[in-house]
């Protein structure tokens, strides 16, 4: 295991040393100490490495994450996993807003809760919160699965493409175009398999479906007090 | 007409209103018809203060002139020194603007990498990503980190020669984009994760950041992702140039691209494109002024972009300041967009050639603007790239030229001084003396 010190190496450091890890390196599994909320630490990995970064995070750790899993031993800053591609990111403590925003693939899994516009304009990434979101997550969701265990804050799902919600607990308001929907088999077991890979104990019946109306999908001008 | 009633009293000869003209009354009789706004392409067609009110001296006794196809004028541009350890060196100081796959065929993309690498500048990629002609056929290739992030990706990212935030576009600040259900081919769906035929919808502003604090954390992490290799530009509206450029600088942009309200559009609202925003001659100087009150000019680079169409609106661009121009519509029109020759099926479609603004629609004669394969094969991605790369070359002799007369050996060495303005407003817009006089608008120490 390699451990490096963010507050020694510098942000430079650290990420180039992470970003010279080769597909087929040893070396790992790597700890980062001294985060102090430094920002876009272990952004742009490209590589199948663990990475804990031991206190919380700035904005954008693990941006653009491919390959890699990051664990985040702290709470994590504004947009962190955006424009993930594939690999993870597991934050023990609370999420600040534009989680995983754009996303494209992968897992972003949140101990604590996750703040305003959790999974703007997600591409595909599944995104799972032990607790609660802050409004407009979600907000022009593309694709990809956005599973919340506890509540959802005002206008969840605004403007959303095809990207699926599942919510635990109580929505406090749907934002346009999105609506309920009926949970069906294929639903349920694509829901506890999420739930089974973040490791929530929670059973996928006790979960409500939302998602995309269609009705805004082409421009009508008897939509548009919708907007 | 008859003159005369029945009685012989003479009637007034009929009197259009200049306020209620014919084409305002058809726009009127489009929205009742319709019930939803005018979107179409292109930038501002309104008449604006513009370079055409600029004219250059040229040499007399105090300055002598540079000799024609002798003496050398240089025309090279680096952009990026600042902080990318990989600047960009280009040939021409003329950049192909970004212009988006999906408002864009394949082929036309690839025309427009050919013709720029010929001339030894870059192309920029656009909304909806990068593509493998564009990629392809381009030797520098700028790669637009846009709102919507539409086929956004770091390997994309990491293939860019450069970088360019987008905060703003010249015909609509403060706007989104939408590209209409029926451009939306199998490709164009597929490079933005959306189903097929519905109308998708870029975004005004970035998901993850807003303001100049945010925007200085966006920049090192794309610098951290990209290993801090290539430079980062940060492109903007001309909205309130002065402001904007100061913030981009501090955020550590590595060069701005600033476009004025002439400046093209895919598709937007027509109410947008001629209503908001300032015009390319007026958003200069104070861009020129940031850059000089923070010790910036020649290190971060101004490109100027937004109704650039000859070598005069180039050397006029940069006389006032600016270290490169970007154009769209031009590169558009050389590659054959609007040419004539279509008139008869422009006619069709209800407009004219040199009118014809409905890129959006998806079914340009030219087969430039379009996603439908029998129009795209009207053009020849290799004819195409020649034409523009003739029409850089011809920009480039105009500017030298000019730049020779006012006895310059670097289209950089071109300076306020070398220009008349001859209209009150360009006086005051590019601060440069009205012709005949030594007094502009504004000018320090003259009370006005
Ligand atoms: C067809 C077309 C598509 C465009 N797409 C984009 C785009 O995707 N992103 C962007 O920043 N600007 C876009 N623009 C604006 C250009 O980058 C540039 O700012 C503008 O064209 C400059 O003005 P000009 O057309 O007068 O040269 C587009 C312009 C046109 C004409």
Known sequence: MQTVDLQELGLRGVNAALHAQAADTNQTVWTIENAKGSHAIACGLDAPIEVTVKGSTGYYCGGMNQQATINIHGSAGPGTGENMMSGKIIIEGDASQYLGATAHGGMIVVKGNASSRCGISMKGVNIVVQGNIGHMSAF????????????????????CYEARFFVRGEVKSLGADCEKKEMREEHLTLLQGLLDEAGFDFKAEEFTRYGSARNLYNFDVDNAGAY | MKSHDDKGIPHTSPRQSATFTQDVNSDIRRAAATGIYDIRGGGAKRKVPSFDDLLFMGASISRYPLEGYREKCETSVTIGGLHAENPIHLDIPITIAGMSFGALSGPAKEALGRGASAAGTSTTTGDGGMTPEERGHSNKLVYQYLPSRYGMNPDDLRKADAIEIVVGQGAKPGGGGMLLGQKISDRVAH??????????RSACRHPDWTGPDDLEIKILELREITGWKVPIYVKVAG???YYDTTLAIKAGADAVVLDGMQG????????????VGQPTLAIVRPAVQALQDLGMHRKVQLILSGGIRSGADVAKAMAL???AVAIGTAALIALGDNDPKWEAEYNALGTTAGAYDDWHEGKDPAGITTQDPELMKRFDPIEGGRRLKNYLKVMTLEAQTIARACGKNHLHNLEPEDLVALTMEAAAMAKVPLAGTDWYPGKPGTGF
């Not at chain 1, 022009?140 to 403007?159: K, P, T, Y």
């Not at chain 2, 490079?191 to 998708?200: A, Y």
């Open chain 2, 264 to 275: 093209g559009t895919a598709a937007t609202q027509d109410v947008f494109i001629e209503h």
């Open chain 2, 321 to 323: 300041g600016a270290d």
């Open chain 2, 239 to 241: 909205a309130r140039p």
């Open chain 2, 191 to 200: 490079m933005r994760n959306l189903p097929k035929g519905i109308d998708q």
């Open chain 1, 140 to 159: 022009m969701g593309q694709s990809g699965n956005l599973v919340v265990c506890g509540d959802a804050g005002d206008a969840l799902g605004d403007s």
